[in-house]
């Protein structure tokens, strides 16, 4: 069952109607039980949480979350010693930019003060 169609039912049942007909269900159908609608409602946030989460990883560079092959680290230290940006490698190398940072900084080529981004993982944005 494809999301939408699954939020389109959670929706109705939610609206205590009948995801078929639309008709509202009988006021004694088990929809109606509180604990019932808090079930749908959790489906349907998490439903929602599912195509945002999907939504954001396609918005991010093919390479996250993948490890550096000796190849990249090869590339990333030549370009960088060349003259490209962080920020040129990050597009090249298909990685956020902190990424690019963490790697040269680990390999010695910057230091914490001289990366533009720090600290761990805090989130989307």
């Known amino acids: 069952m494809q999301t939408a169609s699954a939020k389109k039912i959670l929706g109705s049942l939610i609206e205590g109607c009948d995801p078929q007909s639309g008709e509202p269900l009988p006021a ?3 929809v109606h039980r509180s604990e019932v609608l808090r079930a749908f409602i959790a489906g349907a946030t998490a439903i929602g949480q599912l195509e945002a989460r999907a939504q954001r990883r396609s918005q991010l560079p093919d390479n996250v979350g ?3 092959t000796t190849d990249e680290e090869a590339r990333l230290v030549a370009a960088f010693k060349h003259g490209d940006s962080p920020s040129v490698l990050a597009q090249t190398l ?3 930019l902190r990424a690019i940072e ?3 900084q680990k390999l010695g080529l910057i230091t ?3 990366r533009t981004t720090h600290g761990g993982f805090i989130g989307w944005g």
């Open 102 to 104: 963490a790697r040269l």
């Open 94 to 96: 298909g990685r956020t």
């Open 66 to 68: 993948k490890a550096w």
């Open 112 to 114: 914490e003060a001289e």
């Open 28 to 30: 004694e159908c088990v």
